[in-house]
């Protein structure tokens, strides 16, 4: 099962490392890890979606948990959560083509932010499903480049 | 660097305040109450070494910073101080790695400091630069780089804090050269603690503790499966109000032997792989398993699935990762084990436990512990029960890797805490010599062994000089068959006695002994063993002897890799001694 791990870190050099190299030492399975501030200063988010049994998550909790640099831990299944990845992705997409593009990409709430002649780069921001959904009415047209932010989440007040 | 505000420029009042990063090292830890360090000179660590010039340390030179690691890893096991150990950049990091990794798996207190290349070389391949924290991060509590002189003292303290409490073990901090030498004006910096994400559960759960209390009193099979955790913990008093109070039987791990007097009717020795018959039959017919500080390492379990089948299983553990890893926990009890042990205590009722009481002694009667004596050749476990008697049970005891380190376990009865030194989670071989000398510093007055392979022995012998520099009067005590025994015996058992490459031509050890300025014995027959016992107890100086033992003898009961704890090898060829 998905879970959607939530750690507030300490912003010092060397946390990613100690929180990377604790998954790979663990044989844990990364599915996505977000790294961004917050509103405090000092403090980081790691947004990390781990795929696994109950026993292995909990175990992934519990050792996050145990790393010094590492202030809170929350896992958010179950819990009503607000979860977004951003994508940007480059799409052939030759001039002739370019109004049913345009009409997928209103569809997903895209927003196109780079024109060529040959390809469009678009934006699109949302809870997984909906941009592997985009990805794939996509295809057909030739998928050129995807970058993707990894999932970011929120619980719900 | 430096310079803007040299002391003399300042007031004298405020002369004092002026430091450099080596003398806020000396005096932070004296501050913190250190007194013996083991450690060895590089280029980036001589500002520090200057300060240690004059430096009110017991300061213990190794050969090796190996075997350096390994010494203050078990003066802490001994005293239950944190040990410390200081290396070069580079290499003189890279030899920490060994200790590091034992002190880890064993949740061994430490503080190690590396020297490292200087901060605006980072990263350059720098000569004898090597990236030490990225090395050392799995087998370190933690570890960190300081680059700036303000940080210094308080992360120090950090440090010390992060390895003696919670689940202890060994942290790192690596210091560049110019950080040694730059000053701080330590009036204007914070010496105080700042772990925002470093949490302790010391105290037990009120709820756990009554359901834990409340299992113990309704079990009609409960067994004790105790651990390093007790020994960590300073509980063994504790542990044995609670057996007392409530009639328990207690079997203990590798680690944790001397947590609970063996020569006590309650004690089922040592559990697991290499463990005794009625401690393995205990846990497979027990209707409640109290596990206390121990880890549930498959050394311990055997085949996890069929482990304690009919037992609900209470766990109390101070590392809330512990609980649950291996094996799922019924009841878990997070906290100190000092803190939790006489609050369950206070709620137990004594319960005679007549029938499990009964079963137990059939089985000790039918499967004690024992191995043919023979008269022709020296069986090692016959030099171990002699050891035994001629120190009283009292000797401090490390030992190196192998069937050595069983027969020790098996043999030697501890009634003790802090008595069995031994490396049980990475299983270090060579780690015996350097830690009896770390012992021996840590308790110049006790009697101290190491009980060694020879194959161990080999890997760190040369530490034999360090003890000699220092006039430490350890003792070695070698069970040599000549082989790499417990490989051997996995070779003889699972691959057709084909004995690849685990026999190695050793030097004569009590010459090598003798070349070194210790005292060095050598003893083929059992009616010597005695006597050489009674001379090395007598010697001043250090002293090995070597017991040529019997070659190709095993380790019994043996639980193969995979079985469960029931499957033991062995029982017959021990049946047949009787
Ligand atoms: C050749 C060889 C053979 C071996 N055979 C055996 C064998 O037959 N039987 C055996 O038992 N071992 C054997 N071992 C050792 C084995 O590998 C493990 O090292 C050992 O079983 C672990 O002991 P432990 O469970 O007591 O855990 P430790 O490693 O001592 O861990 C201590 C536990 O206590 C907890 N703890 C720490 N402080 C506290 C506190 N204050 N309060 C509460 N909890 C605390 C920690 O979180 C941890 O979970 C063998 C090793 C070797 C090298
Ligand atoms: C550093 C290291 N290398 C290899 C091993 C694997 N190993 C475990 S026991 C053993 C043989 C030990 O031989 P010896 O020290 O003579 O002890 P004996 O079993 O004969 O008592 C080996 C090679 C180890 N535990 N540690
Ligand atoms: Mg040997």
Known sequence: MKHIISALVENKPGVLAHVAGMFAARAFNIDSLAVGRTET?????????????????????????????VVKVQDFVGKPVVARDLMLVTIACPPEKRPEVFSLIEMFKGKVVDISTRHIMVEVSGPEEKIEGFINVCRPYGIKNVARTGTIAMTRQ | MGGKSTPTAK???KESNI?????????????????????????????????????????????????GCHMADAYARVTGKPGVVIATSGPGA??????????????????????????????????????????????????????????????????????????????????PVDVEVSQCDMSKVSQEIDLPGYRLKHRGHARQITNAAKAINKSDRPVLYVGGGVIAADAAQELRALVEKAHLPVSMTLMGLGAFD??????????????????????????????????????????????????????????????????????????????????????LEYRERKEWFEKIANWKKQFPLRYDPGDKVIKPQYVIERLWEATGGNAIVTTGVGQNQM???????????????????????????????????????????????????NMTMTELSTAVQYELPIKVVILNNGYMGMVRQWQELFYNKRYSQSCLKNPEFAAVAEAMGAVGISVDKPQDVDKAIKQMLS???????????????????????????????GLDIMESMA
């Open chain 2, 407 to 457: 027969w020790a376990a098996q043999f030697y009865k501890f009634h003790k805490p802090r008595h069995f030194i031994s490396s049980g989670g990475l299983g270090t071989m060579g780690y015996g010599l350097p830690a009896a000398i770390g012992a021996q510093v840590g308790q110049p007055e006790a009697v101290v062994v190491d009980i060694d392979g020879d194959s161990s022995f």
């Open chain 2, 94 to 175: 890279c030899n920490l790695i060994t200790g590091l990794a034992t002190a880890m798996m064993d949740s061994v207190p430490l503080v190690a400091f590396t020297g490292q290349v200087r901060t605006d070389l980072i990263g350059n391949d720098a000569f004898q630069e090597a990236d030490t924290t990225g090395i050392t991060r799995p087998i370190t509590k933690h570890n960190c780089i300081v680059k700036d002189v303000k940080d210094l003292a308080r992360t120090i303290r950090e440090a010390f804090h992060i390895a003696t409490t919670g689940r202890p073990g060994p942290v790192l901090i690596d210091l």
């Open chain 2, 19 to 67: 430091k450099t990063g080596a003398q806020i090292v000396v005096d932070t830890l004296v501050d913190l109450g250190v007194d013996t360090m083991f450690g060895y000179l590089g280029g980036v660590v001589l500002p520090l070494f200057d300060r240690l010039y004059d430096a009110p340390f017991n300061f213990i030179i190794p050969r090796h910073e190996q075997g």
């Open chain 1, 41 to 69: 200063e000092d403090l980081s988010r790691m947004t990390i979606v781990v795929i696994g049994d109950d026993r292995v998550v909990e175990q992934v909790r519990k050792q996050l948990a145990k790393l010094v640099p």
């Open chain 2, 539 to 569: 010697q001043k100086r250090p002293c090995v002897v070597d017991f040529k033992v019997a070659r190709e003898e095993n380790v019994w009961p043996m639980v193969p890799a995979g079985k469960s704890l029931h499957e033991m090898d």
């Open chain 2, 262 to 347: 063996q020569t006590r009717p309650e004690s089922l020795d040592m559990l697991g792989m290499h463990g005794s018959a009625y401690a393995n039959y205990a846990i497979q017919e027990c209707d409640l398993l109290v596990a206390i500080g121990s880890r549930f390492d498959d050394r311990v379990t055997g085949k996890v699935k069929a482990f304690a089948p009919q037992a609900k299983i209470l766990h109390i553990d101070i590392d809330p990762s512990s609980i649950s890893k291996n094996v799922n926990v019924d009841i878990p009890v997070v906290g100190d084990a000092k803190d939790i042990l006489p609050r369950i205590t206070e709620l």
């Open chain 2, 11 to 13: 007031s004298p009042g």
